[in-house]
């Protein structure tokens, strides 16, 4: 255990940054978690919806250091792209 006051500050704001980036991690799995369910079930509108509820949760935690900008970008890149084909497929069918 730590004995000076400057470690044991450190241990209580590490502790504190861990349940920050967790609670946003875990946010951002489970919006895109969201998107993909709409996808995969060809839901174009609940996947619409959902995507753009991911968007800014995704780059709230990029903007928040809890993820890589560029690693934002692609999550949500990869994301906006499987909607905009599925969006293309269902236009195709009516």
């Not at 609670?23 to 753009?52: C, G």
């Not at 906006?80 to 269902?90: A, F, H, S, W």
Request: charged letters at 35%; a positive charge; aromatic letters at 4%.
């Amino acid at each position: 255990m730590a004995y000076h006051k400057s470690a044991i500050k450190r241990i209580r704001q590490t502790e504190k940054r861990t349940k920050r980036n967790r609670f946003y991690k875990t946010r951002v799995k489970n919006v895109i978690k969201e998107v993909r369910l709409a996808i995969t079930s060809k839901a174009v509108e609940e996947a619409e919806k959902a995507l753009q509820k991911a968007i800014p949760i995704i780059s709230k935690a990029a903007s928040k250091g809890v993820l890589h900008k560029r690693n934002a970008a692609r999550k949500i890149s990869r994301l906006t792209k499987q909607v905009n084909l599925l969006k293309q497929g269902y236009q195709n069918t009516q």
